[in-house]
C-alpha cells in the first residue's frame, strides 16, 4: 500500500505500508484524495511536534471498505470526508456538544499502521495521505456521492477550521466587520465563513498581491498587502481579527486592530514555544484574544452542513483546489504549497 511517511529527518512515499482491519466502533476507508494542509508540512519543519515514524495526512475524503463491530452509521460503498476528531462521544466536553476538547482526542496517538514490522504512527487519528486507513466511527462522515471527492477532502481540515472559526467560535452576525490576515487555505474559508454569516466588511491581507481575486471570489470585500491601510478601511478597527499565518507580530497586528468589544481570533500555528505581546492597557475595551482548536466544531453536523451548502452554490470548494497531483508526486505538491502557489494542493491515489 503507498503512502507518505516522516522518519523524523526527510519523507519518502512508500508503497509498502501495511494497514490492520477496523476493530469494534472503527472504520476503514479507501482514500480518495487528500489535501496537503501547512499543517503537515509543519510537522516536517518541526513548528508541530509529533512523534515519528508518522504516515502523514488528515484532510481526506474517500469510500467506505469495512466497519467493525457496532457501526451503523456508514456502511460499505458509502462516501465519506473525514474529520481529524477521534473523539470519545462519552465525556462531559462531548456531552457539552465540544467535541473539540475532548482529551481522548487530544495528544494519544494510535498506530494502525506497519512497515516492515515496525508499527507507525497516525498523523492526527486520520493519516489520509494513505491509499487506505482505519479511523474512529465518528471521525466518517458520510456525504452525498455527487460531491467530487477532491473537494470534499478539504472539508474535514480547512472548511472545519476556517468557516468553523467564524461561524462556531467568533459567532461573526449580520453587519460586522471582519479582517483576515493571511489568504491561504484557512484565511479563504474565514473569509467564505463571513461572507456566509452576512459580514458587512470583509479586509482580505496577504503580501502576494496575485491572492486578490480569489480573496475577492471567496467574499472579500477590500484587499491590502500588508496592514498598514486597515484603519483607512475600519476606522475605529475590526470586530474580528482572524490571524491565519501563525506569526508572533501578525497576532499583536491582529490585536492592535481591534475596535471596542472586538475579538482576535488565532488559527495560525506558530512554533510551539513561541510567545507573542499586546498591550494590556488596550485589553480593557471588552477586546478578547481567542484561541480557536479545529473551528470549535461538531464535525458529523457540520461536514453535513458544509457538504450540503455546497450542493446549493453558497460554500465553495472546487475553487480551494488549485492543483492536483498523484501521490508520488508529493514533493512538488508540498514545494508548491510551501512557496504559496497554490491555495490547496491536492494528493489523489
Same mark, same amino acid.
Given at each position: 500500500m503507498r503512502g507518505v511517511i516522516f522518519d523524523g529527518?526527510?519523507?519518502?512515499?512508500?508503497?509498502?505500508?501495511?494497514?490492520?482491519?477496523?476493530?469494534?466502533?472503527?472504520?476503514?476507508?479507501?482514500?480518495?484524495?487528500?489535501?496537503?494542509?501547512?499543517?503537515?508540512?509543519?510537522?516536517?519543519?518541526?513548528?508541530?511536534?509529533?512523534?515519528?515514524?508518522?504516515?502523514?495526512?488528515?484532510?481526506?475524503?474517500?469510500?467506505?471498505?469495512?466497519?467493525?463491530?457496532?457501526?451503523?452509521?456508514?456502511?460499505?460503498?458509502?462516501?465519506?470526508?473525514?474529520?481529524?476528531?477521534?473523539?470519545?462521544?462519552?465525556?462531559?466536553?462531548?456531552?457539552?456538544?465540544?467535541?473539540?476538547?475532548?482529551?481522548?482526542?487530544?495528544?494519544?496517538?494510535?498506530?494502525?499502521?506497519?512497515?516492515?514490522?515496525?508499527?507507525?504512527?497516525?498523523?492526527?487519528?486520520?493519516?489520509?495521505?494513505?491509499?487506505?486507513?482505519?479511523?474512529?466511527a465518528v471521525q466518517a462522515v458520510r456525504i452525498p456521492k455527487d460531491i467530487p471527492l477532491t473537494s470534499a477532502a478539504l472539508i474535514g481540515c480547512g472548511v472545519l477550521t476556517g468557516v468553523g472559526a467564524v461561524l462556531n467560535r467568533a459567532r461573526v452576525d449580520r453587519g460586522d466587520t471582519v479582517l483576515v490576515i493571511g489568504t491561504g487555505g484557512i484565511g479563504l474559508n474565514v473569509i467564505q465563513g463571513a461572507r456566509l454569516a452576512g459580514a458587512l466588511r470583509i479586509v482580505a491581507v496577504d503580501s502576494n498581491p496575485a491572492k486578490e481575486a480569489v480573496a475577492r471570489q471567496f467574499g472579500?470585500?477590500?484587499?491590502? !498587502?500588508? &496592514?498598514?491601510? =486597515?484603519? %483607512?478601511?475600519?476606522?475605529?478597527?475590526?470586530?474580528?481579527?482572524?490571524?491565519? /499565518?501563525? +506569526?508572533?507580530?501578525?497576532?499583536?497586528?491582529?490585536?492592535d486592530l481591534l475596535d471596542r468589544h472586538g475579538q482576535a481570533i488565532l488559527l495560525g500555528v506558530p512554533p510551539a514555544t513561541a510567545e507573542a505581546s499586546f498591550l494590556v492597557s488596550s485589553m480593557y475595551l471588552d477586546k478578547s484574544i481567542l484561541g480557536c482548536r479545529y473551528g470549535s466544531s461538531r464535525p458529523q453536523r457540520d461536514i453535513a452542513l458544509y457538504a450540503e451548502l455546497y450542493r446549493e452554490g453558497r460554500l465553495l470548494l472546487d475553487e480551494l483546489v !488549485?492543483? &492536483?497531483?498523484? =501521490?508520488? %508526486?508529493?514533493?512538488?505538491?508540498?514545494?508548491?504549497?510551501?512557496?504559496?502557489? /497554490?491555495? +490547496?494542493?491536492?494528493?489523489?491515489?
Open positions: 529527518k526527510q519523507t519518502e512515499v512508500v508503497d509498502d505500508l501495511e494497514l490492520r482491519d477496523p476493530g469494534p466502533g472503527e472504520v476503514r476507508v479507501a482514500i480518495s484524495a487528500a489535501g496537503l494542509c501547512h499543517s503537515d508540512l509543519s510537522v516536517v519543519d518541526g513548528t508541530i511536534p509529533f512523534p515519528v515514524p508518522v504516515v502523514l495526512g488528515h484532510e481526506g475524503a474517500g469510500v467506505v471498505e469495512a466497519v467493525g463491530a457496532g457501526v451503523t452509521h456508514v456502511e460499505p460503498g458509502d462516501h465519506v470526508a473525514l474529520s481529524t476528531l477521534a473523539n470519545c462521544g462519552t465525556c462531559a466536553e462531548c456531552d457539552r456538544g465540544r467535541p473539540t476538547m475532548c482529551r481522548k482526542a487530544i495528544g494519544m496517538p494510535r498506530r494502525p499502521f506497519a512497515r516492515a514490522g515496525q508499527p507507525l504512527y497516525q498523523f492526527a487519528s486520520n493519516s489520509a495521505f494513505a491509499e487506505h486507513t482505519v479511523v474512529m472579500a470585500t477590500h484587499f491590502l !498587502t500588508s &496592514t498598514d491601510g =486597515v484603519k %483607512d478601511i475600519l476606522p475605529t478597527g475590526a470586530q474580528h481579527a482572524f490571524e491565519c /499565518v501563525g +506569526r508572533v507580530e501578525l497576532i499583536r497586528q491582529a490585536v !488549485t492543483a &492536483t497531483y498523484p =501521490v508520488e %508526486d508529493f514533493e512538488k505538491a508540498a514545494e508548491d504549497a510551501h512557496a504559496g502557489k /497554490v491555495a +490547496r494542493a491536492v494528493l489523489t491515489f
